[in-house]
C-alpha cells in the first residue's frame, strides 16, 4: 500500500479537546464569576439551602456509626463514673441550697426596688432547645451546625448559649439547620461589661481558641481573673450573660493599649445541647406612630399624666 494513502489521523482515544492553559483559564474566570456572583447577588444562596435540606438525611445516616459506638464508650465509662458523680452531686446540692436561700432573698428585695421605683420588669427571653451536629469543616474558622433552621424560627443573628454562657450566633441560616459561629472565630464580636468596674468594651474572637480584649488604654483597670458580661446594648444578646474571664493583661505604654487576652467561659469542644435565643430587640415593643409624636411633640408612652405619691399626714 503506497505510504500517502495511509490514514494520518488520531485515533479517538488519543484525541485531545481545548490545551490544559486554556481549561485553567476558563475554569479560573468561572470561579471568580461565580465567587462575586454569590457575594454580590447571593445567587448560590437557594443552592446551597437545596444542598442542605437534600444532605441531611445523609449526614445523619453517616452519624449514626459513629454515636453508636460513642454511645457504647460512655455506657462503659458511665458505670465507673456512677458513685462518683453521685457523692459530687450531693455535695453540690448542699452548696446549692445555701445558694437558692440567698437568690430568694436577693430576689424579694430587687422586686421591692422595682416596685417602689415603677420599673419595668425586663424583657423575658425566648427560647428554643437545639442539639449540635457537627462542626463545620472550614480549618480556618471555629463554627458549628444545629439542628434548628428557619422552619423551626430560628433567626439570622439569634444568640446560642449552653449552661456555661454564652458561646456563638447565628450566622447562616437554612430550612433545617444554622450554622452558629463560635466566640472564638476571628470574626466574631460581642460587646462585655467587666462586672468588677462596671467598664463597657467589645470583645473580640483571637488565634487558639481565645478571645481578645481590644482598644483598652495602658492603664485601664482590668485584672486577671475579671468576669466579663453580655452589656445588652447591641440589642441582641441580654444582659448578664457570662462570656469571658481576663486571662493575661499586657501592658503597652509605648503604643497606649494594653494586650488583654480572654478565656471564654462556654467551650465548644464536647457541647451537645443549646439554646438558642431571640434577639432582645426582637421583644422590645414597637415604637410610637410618627402621627401621634407630630400631633404631641411626645412618643405615646409619655402621654399618660404621672401619678402623684398620696401625701402622708
Known amino acids: ?15 485531545q479537546g481545548p490545551s490544559a492553559l486554556s481549561k485553567l483559564v476558563f475554569f479560573s474566570a468561572l470561579a471568580v464569576f461565580l465567587m462575586v456572583a454569590d457575594t454580590r447577588f447571593g445567587w448560590t444562596q437557594p443552592l446551597r439551602a437545596a444542598l442542605a435540606v437534600a444532605l441531611l438525611p445523609v449526614q445523619r445516616a453517616l452519624a449514626v ?6 454511645g457504647g464508650e460512655d455506657y462503659l465509662r458511665g458505670l465507673r463514673q456512677a458513685q462518683a458523680a453521685e457523692r459530687e452531686a450531693q455535695q453540690r ?3 446549692q441550697a445555701e445558694r437558692s436561700l440567698r437568690t430568694a432573698q436577693l430576689q424579694q428585695e430587687n422586686d421591692r426596688l422595682r416596685a417602689l421605683l415603677e420599673l419595668r420588669q425586663a424583657v423575658a427571653v425566648r427560647s428554643r432547645p437545639a442539639e449540635v451536629l457537627y462542626e463545620a469543616a472550614d480549618p480556618y474558622s471555629r463554627k458549628v451546625i444545629i439542628d434548628r433552621g428557619a422552619t423551626q424560627g430560628v433567626v439570622l443573628g439569634a444568640p446560642v448559649i449552653n449552661e456555661a454562657g454564652v458561646l456563638g450566633q447565628v450566622t447562616r441560616l437554612y430550612p433545617l ?6 466566640l472564638a472565630d476571628k470574626d466574631a464580636a460581642i460587646p462585655v461589661l467587666n462586672v468588677r468596674t462596671q467598664q463597657r468594651n467589645a470583645a473580640f474572637g483571637g488565634a487558639a481558641g481565645g478571645m481578645e480584649l481590644r482598644y483598652a488604654s495602658a492603664n485601664a483597670d482590668v485584672k486577671v481573673g475579671d468576669e466579663l458580661q453580655t452589656s445588652g ?5 441580654p444582659p448578664g450573660l457570662p462570656v469571658a474571664r481576663v486571662a493575661n493583661v499586657e501592658r503597652r505604654v509605648e503604643s497606649g493599649f494594653a494586650r488583654v487576652l480572654l478565656t471564654p467561659v462556654a467551650q ?4 451537645r445541647h443549646v439554646l438558642v435565643l431571640e434577639p432582645v430587640a426582637a421583644q422590645l415593643p414597637a415604637r410610637p406612630e410618627p402621627e401621634a409624636v407630630e400631633k404631641t411633640g411626645r412618643p405615646d408612652h409619655q402621654l399618660k399624666t404621672p401619678r402623684r405619691a398620696a401625701s402622708t399626714p
Open 1 to 15: 500500500m503506497p505510504l500517502g494513502t495511509l490514514d494520518r489521523t488520531p485515533p479517538p482515544f488519543f484525541r
Open 65 to 70: 456509626p459513629v454515636e453508636m459506638w460513642e
Open 268 to 271: 465548644a469542644d464536647g457541647v
Open 233 to 237: 446594648l447591641d440589642g441582641v444578646y
Open 93 to 95: 446540692l448542699a452548696a
Open 177 to 182: 439547620t444554622a450554622e452558629v459561629t463560635l
